[in-house]
């Protein structure tokens, strides 16, 4: 017998020296210049210039772009539409600058509805030949969401450091791999033969049949790192021994508690709660649209390495088998190849599906790292599916079980559940002692009566994040390399942005056109008056030469086309309710946004978890706008909010939203909280500056959007003084990251 296990263990050995043959790549052309194809597209009309011309530095014909400042080239109806199937998108540049030169590759695709809809992938050309590889799984629209490549509409290249630039590209072209996986050879060992091919499975991960001796074998071998398996239809091999948590099963999507799907493949695919019996009760019914998917882009539990199994029941009332796979991006996904694919058979009635986590691979045979999933989702290989119906998705740890139907397991919210936090008394109980002045027509911030009525209006309840004390909060654990990452040595600024107009409780509501994100939208009619301030007014406006002649009504209607954010925000003070939109603009019609957010300031109910906001965190704007009032007393007495350039594809609590592509855990959460250093000397500022540094010691700001790096908003109100230089003497190494106490 252990002669025999030799034989097995050299041929295993054997087998791994046999890498299986490479699969033929297949490639696509996007733009195939050295056939002599231009691009069909530009930004501007003619003023950006393109041809086909040799390059050394390319080997042959390449495409000379001579971009406008600013432009773009591209191509408006895509040849390749389908960019689901391809791993990378690939091409060669040459740039002859003496720097670097930043470009944006950018899609239009089938979901594309604005600019926050489509792809925006940052690029950058060294000086020289530089050879682009970048991954479609990779390609995440401006807002966070993810892009429908199934539908690629229109792509082009942006030149966006605004300078006229000469570059040249070679052949653009998509990349997959849809050749069948290679096999390798038979071998022998010691004289005994190994009947058959060794299989590769997935990307050089081999089964291994026939016999040793008198011994049947049937394994399945992982060469990078794997362990060795048992295949189908052998014994199972004991479990290893692993750590033993808290057997309690953790809810990772609960339908018997009316939790939906943030995610479809397509939004043709419709999702809703329903009633089974055989699944004990509500359930997530799912009408998939083909061969389609639903999941979680916001995975709420991310570490998945304390479990043992993911285990969930299906109801398939059809009469057929149906064939679904489990897919799982995670830290270490780059692409298609490096995500899991766990397929799985829904048969005819109910099923109970139990998928061990330690027996996943990625779909490239390497190690997945589950200690950050960020993206899972359940697909259908079948074009005509059933409606089919989901129980609780349960992350079950050793030893323990998936809860009766009804009960609440474990299952913890993310968002909620932390301890009590310190609050400040003195400060409630100052706003309670004010007496509101009565509010008959609408007020504008930058007023003497709107600071009377905002002294003493509650903004949220006293335990709401807005209000909690968190000068006493342990550090983050990464808070240098967070913080470094926004820039230690950049200096501390401002916007001079969100106003606001306060209304009585019985202003006219009005209905608006919600153009661009009516889906995470809230619905109308909204108590908009006729002088509703536009982002920036009147203080942005008034000290700037170009724009200081302009009226509110025609910074309402963009008279001068600027564009922007243009955020909006209208306070009802008596009913404690806060509208805001973003990107409004008033028209001969009536108003128009992109985006309406309700909040009840009487509540610390949070916006559906995935949904924006006006601010990109899902946030509002209001409670972390820094007023005139406020300054006046000595000390902002909230949070406040920031912007930086960089952000991770993640949110925290009270963030409900992300707005980027980068996973990296040196990058800040949306709704992050930062916090000035206790130690940092406030001494020397005048008091408008000084009241805002006792606030970001004692309240700390929220990461809320993507913007430049270390700005908080501050009303434009041209009662503060412009702060500018005494803000750049504050660093960012002034500041610090911070968590809520366990």
Not at 100 to 113: A, D, E, I, M, S
Not at 358 to 364: I, K, L, S
Not at 571 to 579: A, F, S, T
Not at 595 to 621: E, H, I, M
Request: charged content about 20%; overall charge neutral; aromatic content about 8%.
């Amino acid at each position: 017998m252990k002669t025999t296990w030799l034989c097995l263990v050299g041929c295993v050995a054997l087998l791994l020296a046999f890498p299986a043959r490479e699969a033929a790549a297949r490639q696509d052309p996007l733009l195939s210049v050295t056939a002599g194809q231009i691009p069909d597209d530009t930004g501007s009309d003619g003023a950006t210039k393109m041809t086909i011309e040799q390059s050394a530095q390319l080997g042959g014909k390449a495409l000379k772009v001579d971009f406008a400042a600013g432009d773009s080239f591209g191509v408006r109806s895509a040849k390749v539409k389908n960019w689901k199937p391809y791993i990378f998108l690939q091409f060669d540049a040459f740039n002859p600058e003496q720097g670097n030169v930043g470009l944006q590759f950018n899609v239009k695709h089938k979901r594309t509805t604005s600019y926050q809809t489509r792809v925006e992938h940052p690029l950058t050309l060294k000086p020289g030949k530089n050879s682009v590889k970048v991954g479609v799984d990779e390609l995440a629209n401006v807002n966070g969401s993810a892009p429908d490549l199934s539908d690629v509409q229109r792509w082009y290249i942006n030149c966006t450091d605004g300078k006229v630039r000469t570059l040249y590209f070679g052949d653009i072209f998509l990349v997959g791999d849809d050749a069948p996986a290679g096999t390798a050879p038979g071998v022998a060992v010691g004289g005994v033969a190994v009947p058959g091919p060794a299989l590769a499975v997935s990307g050089g991960t081999f089964r291994v049949t026939g016999k040793i001796g008198d011994m049947n074998v049937d394994l399945v071998v992982r060469p990078e790192g794997g362990t060795v398996a048992a295949a189908p239809g052998a014994p199972p091999a004991a479990a290893p021994a692993a750590a033993q948590p808290e057997a309690q099963a953790v809810g990772l999507l609960r339908p018997s508690q009316d939790q939906l799907p943030n995610d479809t493949g397509s939004e043709k695919t419709a999702l809703s709660i329903d009633q089974r019996p055989e699944l004990g009760g509500k359930c997530l019914k799912v009408v998939y649209a083909g061969a389609d998917s639903f999941g979680q882009t916001r995975v709420k539990v991310k570490d998945w390495k304390p479990f043992l199994t993911l285990q969930f029941d299906v109801l398939n009332p059809g009469s057929s088998e149906l064939r679904l796979a489990l897919n799982v991006k995670h830290k270490r996904s780059t692409g298609y190849p490096t995500r899991i694919e766990v397929p799985f058979v829904a048969k005819p009635g109910k099923n109970s599906i139990k998928l061990n986590l330690d027996e996943m691979v990625n779909v490239n045979g390497s190690a997945p790292d589950l200690s950050l999933v960020t993206h899972w989702y359940v697909l259908t290989q079948d074009e005509k599916t059933p409606p089919l119906y989901f129980g609780d998705f349960w992350l079950v740890p050793a030893g323990g079980s998936v809860p009766p139907p009804g009960t609440a397991g474990a299952a913890p919210d993310p968002r909620a559940g932390t301890p009590p936090v310190a609050t400040d008394p003195a400060r409630l109980s100052r706003i309670r002692a004010a007496k509101m002045p009565p509010i008959t027509k609408p007020v504008m911030f930058n007023t003497p009566e709107a600071d009377a009525i905002c002294s003493a209006l509650e903004v949220y309840p006293p335990d709401n994040p807005w209000n909690q004390v968190v000068e006493s909060w342990p550090l983050h654990p990464n808070s240098q390399r967070i913080i470094a990452s926004i820039g230690v040595g950049k200096v501390f600024r401002y916007n001079a942005d969100m106003g606001f107009v306060l209304v009585p409780p019985n202003q006219k509501r009005i209905d608006l056109a919600t153009l661009e994100y009516a889906g995470e939208s809230d619905k109308g009619p909204f108590p908009i008056p006729d002088n509703m301030p536009i982002e920036g007014w009147p203080a942005d406006y008034a000290r700037n030469p170009a724009t200081k002649t302009l009226t509110l009504d025609d910074v309402q209607r963009d008279k001068l086309k600027q564009g922007g954010d243009r955020h909006a925000v209208v306070v009802d003070p008596v009913n404690r309710m806060l509208y805001e939109f973003y990107a409004a603009k008033k028209t001969d019609h009536g108003w128009q946004v992109a985006q309406a957010s309700v909040f009840d300031l009487k509540s610390n109910k949070l916006r559906p978890d995935g949904w924006t906001s006006s601010d990109a965190a899902g946030l509002p704007l209001f409670p972390a706008t820094v007023r005139y009032d406020e300054l006046k007393r000595g000390m902002v007495e909230h949070a406040m909010r920031v912007t930086v350039v960089k952000t991770r594809r993640d949110y925290v609590a009270p963030a409900t939203h992300y707005a980027s592509p980068h996973t990296s855990e040196d990058l800040p959460r949306m709704g992050e909280r930062i916090r000035l250093r206790r130690d940092f000397d406030i001494s020397g500022f005048s008091p408008e500056v000084t009241a805002i540094l006792k606030g970001l010691k004692k309240y700390g700001m929220f990461v809320a959007d993507n913007g430049i790096d270390w700005a908080i908003s501050v009303a434009p109100d041209l009662r503060i003084p412009v702060l500018h230089e005494e803000f750049r003497k504050i660093k960012g190494g002034a500041f610090e990251v911070v968590v809520p106490p366990q």
